[in-house]
């Protein structure tokens, strides 16, 4: 047996505090024997412990007939079967070792076959759940000193959910996770609750960084988080719609709404002239009010193309129509409201998938006057084309319920297609040209008629 003792580079309290000195290590470090002290390792890492010469452990034997032999003597007299696994006690493995060196224990030598101190797993295990529950506190305290108003307020509740999603991973992962929180804390302090604020000022504020909020920091990753655990938004909704559902602009300059005979009090806008309605002029807009003797109706719909063929109608015909171009903002959807309590009526459609639904249902929850128009099971089979060149599949998981036509939810869950605004084009036109949704006969408010007008009393808009 080697009479040779610690290796040179093992100073007092490198990996085992001093055991190995004066130890014979060599026989007991042979690469055969490499995978006894590799179980011991994993299982002092996961215990947190260092020594191991109380107690018990398992083992599994490896399949080679070598490195099961390398270890007879030390675990047994007799060698383990390929996959066996045994029950060591770890105090009688401690006596064998002492033959070896007096001070030698179980962790010792493991420590030195992995060339590293054991438990130190475990050590950083614990230190990394002590930071955790510490940022945790962080996290509700700060919530709790929110202002009353605050439209999202974190919740310790919503702490799990953070960390089933790997936000708390990511929290971790920055330079300064204590700062972070108190970073975001201060944006959710900053949200308006009416009005708008630029997200680069915003950012700006909290950061000194008018990037600071753009997508991908670690910053707007954990505000758009906590908003939709607060429910305020949603998992996978469109970055843009969330930043605006926190009243939080992108580019109050770009985006909004496409408009077509709908402008705001006071504009002169020649007649079928399409315009943008950007954000900034959507929140400050005073929409009038429609004269008392029409019953006319505002068309909201999701693609522009809508608007493009709506322009071809005849130029008496008094069209007015909002294109969303895609998901409606909270900005787009408030200055609908606005339109409502102007006195108008709403009509609001848009494509049959995911998307399309969730815009209906906004609108819906936000301008509760507000109607669905052509949006229907039987309109939806309808604007199905009959021969799809590759045909699209519905995301069944984000398709929400249709409360205003509890058939069509169920008609294209069955289905599985989406369908598009561009299959009804003819339909939706008619009803642009008429002036009021098909399912609808306009009302008149002059004195002495009844509340449906023929095309001899219809009122001028409607005309």
């Not at 202002?147 to 300064?176: F, K, N």
Request: with cysteine.
């Amino acid at each position: 047996m080697s009479t040779s003792t610690a290796p040179a580079d093992c100073p007092q309290g490198w990996c085992c505090e001093g055991a190995c000195h004066g130890a014979r290590l060599d026989s007991l470090l042979t690469p055969e024997a490499r995978w006894l002290w590799e179980q011991f390792a994993a299982r002092a890492d996961k215990r947190g412990e260092s020594s191991m010469t109380a107690g018990t452990t398992m083992i599994t034997a490896p399949q080679g007939a070598g490195q099961r032999a390398a270890v007879l003597g030390l675990i047994g007299t007799r060698i383990l079967a390929p996959g066996e696994r045994c029950k060591i006690r770890l105090d009688e493995l401690t006596r064998r070792l002492q033959r070896h060196g007096a001070r030698l224990t179980p962790g010792a030598v493991a420590a030195h076959a992995v060339g590293r101190p054991l438990g130190s797993l475990a050590d950083q295990r614990a230190r990394q759940a002590a930071r955790i529950a510490g940022l945790r506190l962080l996290r509700a305290r700060l919530g709790a000193d929110l202002p009353g108003h605050a439209p999202v307020r974190p919740s310790d509740e919503g702490w799990e959910e953070l960390h089933h999603t790997g936000r708390v991973a990511r929290i971790l992962q920055h330079p300064d996770p204590e700062e972070l929180l108190r970073r975001a804390a201060e944006v959710l302090r900053l949200l308006p609750v009416r009005g708008l604020v630029d997200r680069r000022v915003l950012a700006h504020r909290v950061t000194g960084d008018p990037h600071g909020l753009e997508a991908g920091t670690d910053l707007a990753g954990l505000v758009l988080a906590e908003a939709a655990l607060a429910g305020v938004t949603s998992i996978g909704m469109p970055v843009r719609t969330a930043w605006s559902r926190l009243r939080v602009a992108l580019d109050s300059l770009s985006g909004g709404l496409l408009s077509v005979g709908v402008h705001p009090e006071g504009w002169g806008v020649p007649a079928r002239h399409p315009c943008v309605l950007l954000p900034y002029t959507l929140t400050e807009a005073t929409w009038p009010r429609p004269n008392r003797e029409e019953d006319c109706w505002v068309f909201v719909t999701e693609n522009p193309s809508i608007t493009a063929a709506a322009l071809a109608l005849p130029r008496d015909v008094p069209v007015r129509l909002l294109c969303t171009v895609g998901t409606p903002s909270a900005v787009d959807i408030d200055a609908l409201a606005r339109l409502a309590d102007s006195g108008w009526r709403i009509a609001v459609r848009a494509d049959f998938d995911a998307a399309g639904l969730a815009l209906v249902r906004a609108v819906l929850q936000r301008v509760p006057a507000a109607e669905a128009w052509r949006m229907t099971a039987a309109d939806y089979t309808a604007s199905l084309h009959p021969s799809p060149f590759e045909p699209g599949a519905l995301d069944l998981d984000r398709l929400g319920d249709t409360p205003w036509d509890r058939p069509l939810g169920a008609a294209m869950r069955e289905c599985g297609r989406p369908a598009y605004e561009e299959g009804l084009l003819d339909q939706l036109l008619a009803d642009l040209h008429q002036g009021y949704p098909s399912a609808h006969a306009p009302s008149c408010s002059r004195p002495g008629q009844g509340s449906a007008c023929d095309d001899r009393s219809r009122p001028a808009c409607c005309q």
